[in-house]
């Protein structure tokens, strides 16, 4: 699976993309500023609330992407051991209940920006919308059900 989402282009593949930026720049500021901070004196008043949003965003797209290069924390030690159609159940059961949680966390994620939105929330160095920060939360969570779908769709699909 992983060779056929190199195949399928940028767009598919954005949320490696866009998390291994973040990445990245996360690693460059975090270098820079500590250069800066001891060699010479001057620290980045700015670098924490910056390196708090790549967090963000690293967080919520790389769990998407890691549904979708399987590489999820999973216990499957006793899943190997059952029966094919009781591990299937367990499968299905297990993709049911991570659902729920998504849509938990998309429902909650969208009115946090929406109420982060209107009240025109920012940090207080750099001046970046807290919406423009959290707006990844719902935006991952569409990844990882999109993601954990076609995984789930793969297995249904091999085990015919």
């Known amino acids: 699976m992983e060779a056929n989402h190199e195949r399928q282009g940028v767009l598919a593949n954005l949320d490696y993309i866009i998390a291994g930026i973040a990445l990245s720049v996360l690693v460059l500021v975090t270098f820079v500023g500590v250069f800066a901070r001891y060699f010479l004196g001057m620290p980045f008043a700015w670098g ?25 924390v999973a216990i499957e030690l006793l899943v190997e051991r059952m029966p094919e159609k009781a591990a299937r159940v ?42 423009a920060i959290y707006a990844v939360v719902p935006i991952g969570c569409l990844l990882m059900m999109y993601n954990y779908t076609r995984v789930i769709l793969h297995h249904r699909k091999e085990a015919q």
């Open 48 to 72: 924490e609330e910056f390196q708090l949003a790549c967090f963000v965003w690293i967080t919520f797209l790389g769990v998407g992407a890691a549904f979708r290069s399987g590489s999820h």
């Open 90 to 131: 367990v499968e299905i059961g297990g993709y049911a209940i991570s659902m729920l949680i998504f849509v938990f966390f998309l429902y909650y994620g969208v009115q946090i920006v929406l109420s982060m939105a209107a009240m025109g929330r920012t940090t207080n160095i750099l001046g970046i919308p807290y919406a």
